[in-house]
């Protein structure tokens, strides 16, 4: 397998709150930036023509990612069907969930208690989606939820803005000066970061805490992204009777290429 078991301080439990939503606020940024959004609406709103839906559960949510802008497109463009968006985490941040569900937006809600992954037959009905978030699960864990899908007959997208697609050795070789870029990069993006706090600003700019771990995590994820074949390898020895498994490039409209989806679903 492809993947590398790198750590990212995003997973530590006890990392600090005000760093990882440092953190988070500028990995929205950089979705925006990318166009995530645009290219998770158009994706699900062509599995819309496979599967029957009318919920989107998403799985590791964290404050959100990209899903309710993605959710926000498609209820645009289709105003007389809405889709339903429930963000859920294995560990939800109680204040967050709060906000979240006394906004003003009813389309989105986040489930107040922890939902598992791994096991999809306790999660509610809908499309289940994990966002720039299946990098995180170990081997294990990461073939216990595509197990989980089609045992279940449940739906999934799983969506990775990275691809795994350089040696490992040159990765190794180029890390200082990614890490640079990624620390500048943070340093510019900051000031457009939504609900910008003081503290943000302080642990970016008087102590760099914040773009140091956002640079870290940013290159180790990219070692840590499944790979096709890692994907496959996965699938394997899961059985897929009456259930189908897509592996395929993510594109923008412009046909650009930006990041993979895994989908599985079922079929008659």
Do not use: C
Not at 101 to 116: F, G, I, P, R, W
Not at 246 to 257: P, V, Y
């Amino acid at each position: 397998m492809k993947r590398k078991e790198l750590f990212e301080f995003e997973d530590f439990h006890w990392f600090p709150k005000v760093f990882r939503t440092g953190m988070t606020n500028l990995i929205l940024v950089l979705h925006r930036m990318m166009g995530t959004s645009e290219v998770l609406a158009r994706l699900i709103s062509e599995i819309g023509n496979k599967v029957d839906f009318q919920q989107i559960v998403d799985l590791g949510s964290g404050s959100g990612g990209p899903m309710p802008d993605a959710i926000k497109l498609i209820n645009e463009k289709n105003s007389e069907n809405k889709l339903k968006l429930l963000l859920s985490d294995l560990y939800p941040n109680p204040q967050l969930v709060e906000r979240i569900n006394s906004a003003e937006n009813k389309d989105v809600s986040y489930h107040q208690t922890s939902l598992n992954a791994t096991d999809l037959k306790e999660v509610p009905n809908g499309l289940k989606t994990m966002i720039a978030s299946f990098h995180h699960m170990s081997p294990a864990s990461a073939r216990q939820i595509l197990k989980s899908a089609s045992d279940n007959k449940q739906p999934l997208l799983i969506y990775e803005i990275t691809q795994n697609n350089i040696p490992f050795i040159a990765w190794l070789l180029l890390l200082p000066i990614s890490l640079l870029i990624l620390i500048v990069m943070s340093l510019i993006m900051t000031p457009f970061s939504k609900n910008l706090t003081v503290a943000q600003l302080i642990f970016t700019y008087l102590i760099p805490i914040i773009p140091l771990a956002y640079a870290w995590d940013g290159q180790a994820s990219l070692m840590r992204t499944y790979t096709f074949e890692d994907i496959k390898e996965l699938l394997s020895d899961i059985k897929t009777s009456n259930y189908t498994w897509e592996i395929e490039d993510a594109k923008k409209e412009n046909g650009k290429k930006l990041g993979y989806y895994v989908l599985g679903y079922p079929v008659a």
